[in-house]
């Protein structure tokens, strides 16, 4: 009898590994190429890694990912010949810089790219493959993978995850969490929004009361009835980076491939920084920080010189400190009647021939641009900064702007009908579509549900095919207002990021809502393991 049962155990287990190694395609995002095949290749303690001293990092990654996630020990040898139960890194100069190719065959991992970052990329195809696609033995060490070709580049080169810090500060810990998933998933930006006006969370060394000051707000708009609640938490908020802290997690982001694009708002969204330094804003009036969410109770006074140098300085800083090439200036959500009830400013208009606000928030914006082009690098900002009518508060006639925005600035497209996006990219202008009602993850799942974000696409529908190399990519946005907790921005974040992540890399053609869905089982063991709160199936798909 006993051997009998033990019969049918191997012959159940051998079912088993049959079974998880036919699970063919669970990677996130999906592959735009892939073809595994029937035979499979095992990695134990006598495998090797072959590197050179161009892919010694992307060696050790590996090395490390085998030691901490199935305690295989693998060598790092310096790379001479084709030898069987070896990992290869080879260069491929015809590859996108982005692209990589990975091949598992003939007792060989051969992981091909131009560059580091595709090397990276295809480490963690190659990672979802262990995870997802392998039968793992423990007792003797060893992990079982089925043969693949995989020719991989992303769709697009801007695939960007926004967080809002300025509403609510969640440090370091968390940074390097999302940072962590960012990079499992290929995304490239970390978009950083560190100031607002509910916060100012960056050190800047030469203005001390911006995170004296405006790092801290004596209470917060809570309650169910959000953005009309009448009920404050009754509690301090606070907390800031410092420039080491800044310099910590760029270095960590750097080696994940991510790039930390900085946002730092103006004209408007700047009651911490004016409640930090009155003098900052139009009115002049002392104000605190706000305790309320929605737009602020003052903006910049773009017509002081010293407000200018405030502002250069204040990026002087920014750009010491972020390797990236652009710099996010916000731009968004300008109350004009700021400025219309400012003699200064009507004077300041006058002299420069600027007829209306939106006249005047060009002209303001193409000086920073120009600043910012002068230390080469680009800015960026939400559509507004080219004029664009948005908002119910704004009137018409205000909006209408003869000033023509700088032609090296990135829109961030954010709100607004096609023929906007269209003019834009017409005119000449990069774009990052980040329409709202498909990627802002703090709406809830019944207005945003996982198949309607997936089902974005950002390049529209109607835009003439000559202008689609315009659409750079496409950003998701956390925002912070209601979510003050870890658990609540894990809830709104998990699972829709990885739809964002595929919607980035994968071309469109090859997308399938059905595949990811069940694909996503791995992801959620993963997230599970490392305590992120994701939002189960039972409420992603509520319509």
């Avoid at 159940?12 to 669970?26: E, G, K, P, T, W």
């Avoid at 690098?377 to 009137?395: C, D, P, S, T, V």
Wanted: overall charge negative.
């Amino acid at each position: 009898m006993k051997l009998k049962y033990s019969s049918i155990f191997i012959f159940l287990l051998f079912v088993n590994i049959l079974n998880l190694l036919s699970q063919n395609d669970v990677i996130i995002p999906k592959p735009n190429e892939i073809s595994f095949r029937k035979e499979t290749f095992q990695i134990d303690e006598n495998s090797v890694i072959f590197s050179d001293k161009k892919s010694h990092k992307s060696a050790v990654l590996l090395q490390k990912y085998f030691e901490n996630s199935f305690d295989i020990s693998l060598k790092i040898i310096e790379k001479s010949i084709d030898k069987k139960n070896s990992i290869q890194f080879l260069i491929d100069e015809k590859i996108a810089e982005e692209g990589y190719t990975l091949t598992i065959s003939n007792g060989i991992i051969h992981i091909e790219a131009s560059t580091e970052k595709g090397w990276f990329y295809g480490i963690q195809t190659l990672i979802q493959i262990c995870d997802y696609n392998a039968f793992y033995t423990k007792e003797s060490k060893s992990l079982k993978l089925k043969e693949v070709t995989i020719n991989d580049a992303p769709r697009f080169k801007w695939r960007a995850f926004m967080l809002d810090e300025a509403r609510y500060f969640k440090g370091t810990a968390q940074v390097k969490l999302l940072l962590d998933e960012m990079a499992h998933l290929k995304m490239n930006v970390f978009h950083w929004h560190l100031t607002d006006d509910q916060g100012w969370r960056i050190e800047i060394k030469k203005y001390p009361l911006l995170t004296q000051i405006g790092s801290k707000r004596k209470s917060t708009q809570i309650g169910p009835l959000q953005w009309d609640s009448p009920i404050q938490s009754g509690e301090i908020h606070e907390g800031f980076y410092t420039q080491e802290d800044i310099k910590e997690i760029i270095e960590y982001a750097n080696e994940r491939h991510i790039t930390i694009v900085p946002e730092i708002e103006m004209p408007g969204h700047s009651s911490a920084a004016i409640a930090s330094y009155t003098w900052l804003g139009t009115s002049k009036n002392e104000i605190e920080v706000p305790t309320k969410f929605g737009v602020g109770t003052d903006v910049y006074d773009v017509s002081d010189p010293k407000v200018y140098q405030f502002l250069t300085d204040v990026l002087e800083e920014i750009m010491a400190l972020f390797p990236s090439n652009v710099i996010h200036i916000g731009g968004d959500e300008v109350k004009y009647n700021h400025w219309k009830s400012s003699k200064s400013v009507n004077d300041y208009m006058k002299k420069n021939n600027l007829k209306t606000p939106a006249d005047l928030q060009v002209y303001f914006t193409n000086s920073i641009s120009n600043f910012i082009k002068s230390k080469n690098k680009r800015m960026m900002g939400w559509n507004e900064i080219l004029g664009h009518n948005l908002h119910y508060y704004q009137h018409k006639n205000d909006t209408k702007t003869t000033q023509l925005l700088a032609k090296e600035s990135i829109i961030h497209f954010w709100k607004g009908d096609i023929e906007l996006a269209t003019a834009a990219a017409s005119n000449g202008y990069e774009i990052v579509n980040s329409l709202h009602n498909f990627t802002y993850l703090d709406y809830n799942y019944k207005n945003l549900s996982l198949s309607k974000a997936y089902s974005f696409d950002p390049i529209p529908d109607d835009l003439e095919e000559k202008y689609h190399e315009k659409i750079i990519g496409l950003g998701c946005q956390m925002w912070g207002e209601w979510i003050p907790t870890f658990g609540e921005m894990h809830f709104h974040v998990f699972p829709r990021i990885a739809a964002y992540a595929e919607i980035g890399w994968t071309k469109k053609e090859v997308k399938d809502f059905n595949n990811f869905k069940s694909n996503l089982i791995s992801l959620e063991k993963r997230w599970s393991e490392k305590g992120i709160f994701f939002a189960p199936n039972a409420v992603v798909e509520k319509n």
